[in-house]
């Protein structure tokens, strides 16, 4: 019971600054206690202060309080005075405006007590107890504690500002309204006025809060943007990286076949090349031999001998005959042979094939496109999901318009968008056994007759799969893919300003299939065509 009526109690003594200064302010910064704190000569100080003061007396080896000058050798300890803080807890809700407006009661001079309102009439402020005798009357304005009247009074005729002109957007006073410049002007009460403006605050407030929902929602897309970025730059950076450590392995394999077919063709044509020459060291000794024969024929005075010997064969016949000298020299060079260049040649080009592994390796520097089918071009017998990425054959006629950019004659459809420069990237996907047609082409393709099939024209180029066997198909023009393909995913790369467009299979890691050069005129659009079997269906895969 003593507990509770001691707070009250407390606010009745309140009444009087000098005892609120006395037991509620600290003596060091002046100010009402925080976290008061009690020595043992019974002082009381905020706990931030007293730790100040007794940490600059630290040197002189001795402490005292700064109200009695109590010493003690140790330093105090400081017990929080709970009491103290109840009190501090209890008086600090009581009129807390009227300490914060810093606006005293005009008529309680012999002590400042906090003002409650201000009369702009008789340019007073007033506390609790003023208040409650002062005049009601209508010509008495009662406004909240404040010390600038002046600006509340019209500079003109000196009266309080009452009404709020609306033509000029001004303040006003009575004398204004009724005999000065605003005379016949739509006015309003301050009150009145206020509250007009207030409402629109709000609702401009509503507004600037959805702007600014809107702005942290742009910002938290642009954040998981940036963390998207980031990844798929983690990502490019591992394939790049990946990309050419399999490349100088390949390179560095070429190499070493290149170089070992090289050493097998010397080590070859060293063999014949000894060979050779061991052949004519024997017919240089042959021939030696001859030579020897000869010469000693040739010292023989006797006629007869040297006729008798001519008889017996002619000692100047070579192995290769009349053209000895020009025939047995092309027949040993071809014996000693020569490197094999085109084989040579044939294996360095698979330098081709993995240039083309480069070229399937960086994809992922094209932009990933969002691409979305034109229901307005989808033959009448091809149903368009609801979010514009599959075409599916139906057998059936779907309930559409009319229009001249439908295809009619082959079950075809195009994306919405187009593009006229910069690389893209698009993939699609279908069922196991569809047949299909996926490419791109310009928007003047024909929607009707033969010219409108996706491939058989100048306007268009694809990948067809058919009975499981692909090709790729521009102006009639087919060309098989020689390797098999095993994925039902497929990406489309454009490379608007270089003038490619390239087919890639979706396998681990990404295989390559055929990439069509071509000087492009117009923009072109995703293309789609699904055979003519129920269930067929080629799928458009969101960006990732």
């Known amino acids: 019971m003593k507990g509770k009526r001691f707070p009250d109690i407390i606010r009745k003594a309140m009444a009087s600054a000098d005892v609120r200064k006395e037991l509620l302010d600290c003596s060091i910064c002046l100010n009402t206690y925080t976290d008061p704190v009690i020595l043992r000569c019974g ?13 600059s007396q630290m040197g002189a080896g001795r402490y005292s309080c700064p109200e009695c000058r109590a010493e003690c050798v140790e330093r105090p300890v400081l017990v929080r005075n709970i009491t103290l803080c109840n009190i501090v807890e209890s008086f600090q809700p009581a009129q807390p405006h009227q300490e914060e407006s810093g606006v005293f009661c005009t008529h309680c001079v012999d002590s400042p007590v906090p003002a409650a309102k201000t009369c702009l009439h008789c340019e007073v402020s007033l506390c609790g107890k003023h208040l409650r005798v002062h005049s009601n009357s209508p010509e008495h304005i009662i406004t909240d504690p404040t010390t600038s009247l002046g600006s509340r009074k019209c500079s003109v005729h000196k009266k309080i500002l009452e009404y709020y002109c609306t033509e000029d957007n001004a303040c006003i006073c009575v004398s204004c309204r009724l005999d000065g410049e605003h005379q016949g002007h739509k006015v309003e009460k301050l009150e009145e006025a206020s509250e007009k403006k207030r409402k629109k605050l709000r609702n401009d407030l509503l507004d600037l809060t959805t702007e600014r929902e809107k702005a942290e929602k742009r910002v938290q897309e642009l954040q998981e943007h940036m963390r998207s970025t980031c990844g798929k730059s983690a990502d490019v950076k591992a394939r790049v990286t990946a990309l050419i450590r399999e490349l100088r392995r390949q390179l560095e394999d070429l190499e070493k076949k290149v170089l070992a077919e090289v050493s097998r063709q010397e080590e070859q044509m060293l063999l014949s090349i000894s060979h050779s020459i061991q052949q004519l060291e024997i017919k240089k000794e042959k021939l030696s031999g ?5 010469e000693k024929l040739c010292n023989v005075s006797d006629p007869l ?12 016949d070579t192995e290769e005959g009349g053209n000895g000298d020009t025939e047995g020299r092309d027949k040993y060079l071809q014996a000693a042979g020569d490197l094999d260049v085109a084989l040579i040649s044939q294996t360095l080009h698979t330098l081709s094939h993995v240039i083309t592994e480069v070229n399937g390796g960086i994809y992922r520097t094209y932009i990933m496109t969002d691409i979305s089918l034109d229901i307005n071009t989808a033959h009448i017998e091809v149903a368009i999901s609801d979010d514009r990425k599959t075409a599916t054959y139906v057998g059936v006629k779907q309930n559409r318009p009319v229009r001249p950019e439908r295809f009619q004659n082959y079950y075809n459809v195009i994306s919405s968008q187009s593009f006229s420069s910069g690389q893209h990237c698009w993939e699609a996907e279908s069922n196991e056994t569809a047949a299909w047609k996926i490419g791109m082409c310009y928007p003047s393709i024909e929607r009707k007759g033969d010219l409108s099939k996706i491939g058989d024209n100048n306007k268009s180029w694809c990948l067809q799969r058919h009975k499981k066997r692909y090709t790729v198909i521009h102006d009639s023009e087919v ?23 390239s087919f890639y299979e979706l396998c681990d890691p990404i295989k390559h299939l055929h990439t069509f050069t071509a000087t492009f005129t ?9 055979y003519s079997r129920e269930g067929y269906w080629v799928k458009i895969l969101p960006c990732k």
Do not use: W
């Open 43 to 55: 002082h009381n100080f905020c706990r931030g202060c007293i730790d100040c003061v007794l940490d």
């Open 290 to 294: 001859k030579m020897g024969d000869i």
């Open 305 to 316: 001998t040297v006729l008798h010997e001519l008889d017996t064969g002619d000692l100047c």
């Open 479 to 501: 060309i098989p893919i020689p390797h098999s393909i095993s994925s039902n995913r497929v990406r489309v790369c454009l490379d608007y300003e270089a003038g490619q467009l």
């Open 522 to 530: 117009e923009p072109l659009h995703a293309a789609l065509c699904v």
